[in-house]
């Protein structure tokens, strides 16, 4: 791994103003907080992403947001590491868990994907599914309500305040992980 390697950031949504406020749309989120607070615009690139080459944390990083439904995120993800040059050990990818508590945050490397399409089609695209992984929190759906339904349904009043406060901390814990690398941004995160 060289640090010249620019990091790749991608969060996780579906494309349209239908989906923006839907839980699964976390990960898109962050990376559009991640723009604003770069002063940067993402734009819309040949690898099927809104994207903008920005400085993270002192490191040179593209922040993007595939164009394409969650379960195509794979195809856009891999153009842009080809075009970008980014290693794989370089992708970040933001996205919304079911099996984490809502507004709490994990950070790992690989592991399954635990029925989540969108890492499917990254780890079937990149051939690997050794990536590091933001995982934001959106908790499980109440009684019997479809995985499927829960995730593409809006944040309710509450969490949509709460998430003025997850959004800013999920940026945070992607700093971290360029600025202190896995372990010691897990032993940040992982106490709060």
């Known amino acids: 791994m060289t640090d010249e390697a620019p990091w790749l950031i991608v969060g996780l949504g579906n494309p349209g103003p239908k989906y923006a406020g ?16 770069a002063g940067a615009s993402l734009r819309a690139h040949k690898a099927g992403a809104l994207a903008a080459q920005v400085r993270v944390a002192g490191q040179a ?5 595939p164009t394409s439904y969650m379960n195509e995120s794979g195809g856009p993800v891999a153009g842009l590491m080809r075009f970008f040059k980014v290693p794989l050990e370089h992708l970040i990818v933001i996205h919304d868990e079911l099996d984490i508590d809502f507004a709490t945050l994990r950070l790992k490397r690989g592991g399954g994907e635990g029925g ?12 690997s599914k050794d990536y590091l992984r933001v995982r ?57």
């Open 61 to 65: 990083a593209i922040i993007a947001i």
């Open 116 to 127: 989540h399409n969108g890492l499917r089609s990254i780890s079937k695209s990149t051939g």
């Open 136 to 192: 934001v929190g959106i908790g499980r759906p109440p009684g019997r309500m479809d995985a499927a339904s829960y995730v593409l349904r809006d944040f309710n009043g509450t969490e949509r305040k709460e998430l003025d406060f997850l959004v800013p901390d999920t940026v945070e814990a992607v700093e971290l992980l360029l600025t202190k690398g896995l372990t010691d941004a897990q032993n940040v995160i992982h106490a709060r």
């Open 22 to 37: 839907n839980r699964h749309n976390v990960g898109a989120m962050v990376v559009e907080r991640m723009a604003a607070d």
